[in-house]
């Protein structure tokens, strides 16, 4: 895979993203056959919001999704779709998708509290910077900036428009019992006809089979 230009660096891309969201949102990414970009008013960390929103023009906003190339943890079950699903997309394509709409897609660089404290006071951007204690989070976000009357929703400052073949499965939480992930298999399944999606894997994450922590890292590795 080829290395892509992001930012100050040359990084490569994944080979996988992926996006955990709760359940009641992925009809509106089928739907609209688009990933949100929205407006991170509720996030966790609100501190290094303020932080990264501090240095934006007062009559800008800026939209921030975050993906990670951790494809299975209990922090991003547990966190982002206790009771929802988990996104895999083709990380080139969703770069290429990226940049046609005037965003940027860049891994997270986590850095130690006195880097932090010298970036915040200087003038770079902490859109793309936490604190090294989030690094198990391996973090890429979509950024975009746009003036304020130009963010498409309320709460989504602008979408990122994909094709089926971009998204490669997608993973029901492992906080549902065998009998509910047959239930919502079945819903993500209409869901998929009803918009002429084909050919995407729907599984059930394994995260709490014994086997797979046993063998956690080496599917991690091999980025399954």
């Given at each position: 895979m080829d290395?892509?230009?992001?930012?100050?660096?040359?990084?490569?891309?994944?080979k996988y993203l992926y996006r955990y969201i709760p359940f009641e949102r992925l009809a509106e990414v089928l739907m609209t056959?688009?990933?949100?970009?929205?407006?991170?008013?509720?996030?966790n960390d609100q501190h290094d919001l303020d932080n990264a929103l501090n240095k934006i023009p007062?009559?800008?906003v800026v939209g921030v999704a975050c993906l990670t190339k951790r494809w299975e943890t209990s922090f991003h079950w547990d966190l982002f779709a206790k009771h929802g699903v988990r996104l895999a997309f083709d990380g080139d394509k969703l770069n290429k998708r990226v940049s046609r709409v005037n965003a940027k897609l860049e891994e997270v660089e986590y850095v130690s509290y006195d880097k932090y404290i010298k970036k915040l006071t200087s003038n770079?951007?902490?859109l793309f910077v936490?604190?090294?204690?989030?690094?198990?989070?391996?973090e890429w976000r979509i950024v975009c900036q746009v003036a304020k009357e130009k963010m498409t929703t309320e709460n989504v400052v602008k979408y990122v428009p994909?094709?089926?073949s971009d998204l490669v499965k997608i993973t029901i939480?492992?906080?549902?019992?065998f009998s509910d992930y047959l239930f919502y298999k079945a819903l993500v399944?209409?869901?998929?006809?009803?918009?002429?999606?084909k050919n995407i894997k729907i599984k059930h994450s394994s995260l709490f089979e014994s086997k797979k922590i046993k063998d956690a890292d080496h599917d991690y590795k091999e980025g399954k």
């Open positions: 290395e892509k230009k992001e930012g100050k660096n040359s990084k490569q891309v994944p056959k688009s990933l949100p970009i929205p407006y991170p008013k509720n996030w007062s009559d800008e770079e951007s902490l936490k604190r090294k204690q989030y690094k198990p989070e391996q994909f094709e089926w939480s492992p906080h549902y019992e399944l209409k869901m998929l006809e009803s918009v002429g999606a």
